[in-house]
């Protein structure tokens, strides 16, 4: 069964930095792109950022462009997102996901896309 577990959440205060983890156990086929969403209380889940099983392509909206850097480990089945100055409007809980479907037609952003979630965990960024 696969499962994804984040790590790394926390507090931190506005222009500083976190680190997040996902650890990927139980995959026994192709992992096609990992990504990352949030949802703060009340709103939808966003879109983070993606990047494929190279590490070549990533995406990222303009609200993380510049600050957040996905990055992949496919020998220990992590991925990571370093989020530089951060702002009280990253406050949400963050969703490691992963896409194991060979998609004829892929969107970064839509989280129908993605077939595993992990349970999330709370970032909160105070000014």
């Known amino acids: 069964q696969v499962q994804l577990v984040e790590s790394g959440g926390g507090s931190v205060q506005a222009g500083g930095s976190m680190r997040l983890s996902c650890t990927l156990s139980?995959?026994?086929?192709?992992?096609?792109?990992m990504g990352w969403f949030r949802q703060a209380p009340g709103k939808e889940r966003e879109f983070v950022t993606s990047?494929?099983?190279?590490?070549?392509?990533?995406y990222y909206p303009d609200s993380v462009k510049g600050r957040f850097t996905i990055s992949r480990d496919n020998a220990k089945n992590m991925v990571y997102l370093q989020m530089n100055s951060l702002k009280p409007e990253d406050t949400a809980v963050y969703y490691c996901?992963?896409?194991?479907?060979?998609?004829?037609?892929?969107?970064?952003?839509?989280?129908?896309?993605?077939?595993?979630w992990g349970q999330g965990t709370q970032v909160t960024v105070s000014s």
């Open positions: 990047i494929n099983w190279s590490g070549i392509t990533t």
């Open positions: 139980g995959a026994t086929f192709p992992i096609y792109t």
């Open positions: 996901a992963v896409n194991t479907v060979n998609r004829l037609r892929w969107v970064a952003e839509d989280t129908k896309m993605y077939n595993y």
